[in-house]
């Protein structure tokens, strides 16, 4: 994870992170908790986020899985 001023930290909402993946916000939660899916960052006490790059991660292990 980088953290330049050419390529900062960019973190995700939860709005953002459902555009990119079709999950729901139980299947995200559930699958966070089976250390299946990224954490979240808690930002304030009603506040949270995904690191961007750990999401885009994840979306390419996928498509690897998938053998593309």
């Not at 900062?8 to 250390?35: F, M, T």
């Amino acid at each position: 994870m980088k953290n330049t001023e050419t390529n900062p930290i960019r973190i995700l909402p939860l709005k953002e992170v459902r555009l990119r993946i079709p999950y729901s916000s139980v299947q995200i939660w559930r699958k966070e908790n089976a250390g299946e899916f990224p954490r979240r960052v808690r930002l304030g006490a009603n506040r949270v986020g995904w690191i961007e790059s750990e999401i885009e991660a994840w979306i390419s292990s996928k498509v690897r899985e998938r053998g593309l």
